[in-house]
């Protein structure tokens, strides 16, 4: 049981180049995140999809697209990469999405660098 | 606007010294309550969390929190701490805001454990 997995671990990208960040897990949740951390700032929702099929903006969604796949797997796309979006990007899933009250289970982190 | 502050960016405290990380917020609602545990390179774990009841909560490796509702705050204690505790905690507050329930994080507070 993995949980939720992330691929790549590290990216270096230079300004313009698009990149996808992908998601998976295995715990049969039906709900998933995508947020970025930044030093000094927590974390912040990019976007969410509450169900298989469904996908919302969160806080800070601009310049970024995503694609729930299918149950298990949630891609975050960076079009044209920024240096504002080297960060460290965290897919994260709970079982249903009630959002306020669900445990989140989150993946090891992307950490992302633009040039 | 609804807001989490986690007041200590940085604390150092010495293995076997009691702990006490401090997380307050701003909501006009009773809340739901997290606290997370980063540790170096890895992703987010659930450390407890508080949704109604008993306002002090147990939760794993010896962690735990009390909520507070007269001073909105929802701090979290260990009595002894061991080195292995050297991480980044998150204080994260369950709210419905922006037309939808979703998770504010604090901006984290860093310990450091001295031998």
Redesign the interface.
């Known amino acids: 049981n993995a949980g939720?997995t992330q691929t790549p671990k590290f990216q270096v990208l230079k300004t313009g180049q698009s990149m996808t960040l992908q998601c998976a897990q295995d715990m049969n949740h039906n709900s998933m995140y995508w947020y970025r951390q930044d030093p000094?700032?927590?974390?912040?929702?990019i976007y969410y999809s509450a169900s298989e099929g469904t996908t919302?903006k969160?806080?800070v969604p601009n310049g970024y697209n995503v694609s729930r796949l299918n149950k298990r797997e949630f891609s975050l796309r960076l079009e044209s990469a920024a240096p504002s979006q080297t960060s460290v990007y965290?897919c994260?899933s709970s079982e249903r999405?009630?959002?306020?009250?669900d445990?989140?289970?989150?993946?090891?982190?992307t950490r992302l660098t633009v040039l | 606007a609804q807001s989490v502050t986690q007041p200590d960016i940085h604390i150092t405290v010495s293995e076997g010294a009691s702990l006490e990380l401090r997380c307050n917020y701003s909501y006009g609602a009773t809340p739901y309550l997290f606290w997370y545990v980063q540790s170096p390179g890895q992703g987010l774990q659930l450390l407890l969390k508080y949704f109604s009841g008993d306002t002090l909560v147990q939760g794993i490796k010896g962690f735990e929190a009390e909520f507070k509702r007269s001073q909105s705050s929802f701090n979290l204690r260990k009595p002894s701490v061991h080195w292995s505790d050297a991480a980044e905690y998150f204080c994260a507050v369950g709210m419905f805001s922006g037309g939808y329930n979703k998770l504010i994080f604090g901006a984290g507070t860093r310990l450091a454990v001295h031998p």
Request: net charge negative.
């Open positions: 939720v000094g700032m927590g974390l912040r929702l919302d969160g806080e965290f994260a999405f009630q959002g306020s009250t445990t989140q289970y989150f993946g090891p982190g």
